[in-house]
């Protein structure tokens, strides 16, 4: 009898506890190990920004001496909450829980897969299939799910939020939401949407990006509403491509604009703004710098599913921009692996 092969053991970066912490009053990254490190690296653009006072200083010190501690203890609390969804939360509509079905995916969706993994498949092809928003910045747009699965997701999101359950969430920038790992909707929904239907496409739309060798994601659902998160600054994905889809509900504003990749100076000098159509999903290189303008009425939810190949971000991590120094964690990490990479080009940035 054979054995079974045993699971791969993903990794994050040390960098994740000093790099490219949030800080939403200033509206700016930083890096941060220390005080004297801070006041050199970002004093001058504090300062511009608002952080004046010794004492406006001292408390965005603990501020972000109180994150770095947080997200040490992330792995580890993620999978306490995780374990406690999983025996005790109820399900208003259990059947988002079971494993994903092609019923659930748009035609169109299931048109560019399929023909993906046909032979003879190729980028001019599958551009056939799929709506290009930008050519230069290698920005497209498909229909991803039905409309009556972006129903029964949202009733099942919104009835998780309205539990008593402990929730953790996307990230420092999103303050609303949910991790579909932690809700249990890795396994029937994330990891067969990447595996059977995503990785094809993008092993042709991406392929210098690592985009035929994808073996981990982090999935989120962000929601943005007035009284509550209403816009996202400038940022870039710790992902080598995204998938982000609107899920609904009735809204104004809230576009998503697009910069450059981030190493390229003068990166929003002219952004391109790009509309969210429910039950559709944008796809780029997660290095492409975005954000979202503000939202003007009604609710916005988003899934969006970071998409990573350890081939690529095992020799270069994109938060440090440094060969990752490897650290144990739960899941898939962020994406790393101890093992040595395959073969692969390194997403190009020019």
């Not at 059947?95 to 969706?109: D, R, S």
């Not at 799910?145 to 008593?164: M, N, Y």
């Amino acid at each position: 009898m054979g054995t079974a092969a045993a699971p791969r053991s993903f990794c994050r970066c040390a960098c994740f506890c000093s790099e490219n912490l949030y800080v939403a009053r200033y509206g700016l990254h930083v890096r941060f190990r220390s005080e004297q490190q801070l006041r050199q690296d970002y004093e001058p653009i504090l300062r511009r920004r608002g952080c004046v006072s010794p004492k406006d200083f001292q408390q965005l010190l603990g501020e972000l001496e109180q994150e770095v501690e947080r997200r040490r203890r992330l792995g580890l609390e993620s999978a306490a909450r995780k374990a406690l969804i999983a025996s005790s939360y109820h399900p208003a509509r259990p059947e988002v829980y079971n494993l994903l079905q092609e019923a659930a995916l748009a035609p169109e969706f299931l048109a560019a897969a399929e023909y993906s993994t046909s032979s003879g498949a190729d980028l001019k092809g599958l551009l056939q299939r799929l709506e290009t928003v930008s050519e230069e910045k290698r920005i497209y747009r498909l229909p991803v799910f039905t409309a009556p699965f972006c129903q029964a997701l949202l009733e099942e999101l919104e009835h998780f939020e309205q539990s008593d359950m402990p929730k953790g969430r996307p990230n420092t920038m999103n303050n609303y939401g949910v991790l579909l790992h932690e809700l249990g909707l890795d396994e029937p929904l994330v990891t067969p949407l990447r595996e059977r239907f995503l990785q094809p496409l993008m092993a042709l739309l991406y392929p210098d990006c690592g985009g035929g060798w994808l073996d981990s994601h982090r999935a989120f659902v962000v929601k943005y509403a007035p009284g509550q998160d209403r816009e996202l600054g400038c940022h870039y994905d710790n992902a080598e491509l995204t998938l982000n889809v609107s899920l609904g509900k009735a809204f104004t504003g809230g576009a998503l604009y697009f910069g450059d990749l981030f190493q390229v100076p003068s990166t929003l000098a002219r952004p391109l703004e790009v509309e969210h159509v429910v039950g559709q999903g944008l796809l780029h290189r997660g290095g492409q710098l975005h954000g979202a303008r503000p939202l003007g009425t009604g609710e916005r939810w988003n899934l969006v599913v970071w998409l990573r190949a350890s081939a690529v971000r095992n020799r270069l991590c994109p938060m440090c921009c440094r060969k990752p120094d490897l650290v144990d964690d739960e899941g898939f990490g962020d994406g790393f692996t101890r093992e040595e990479p395959a073969t692969v080009d390194v997403c190009a940035l020019t």
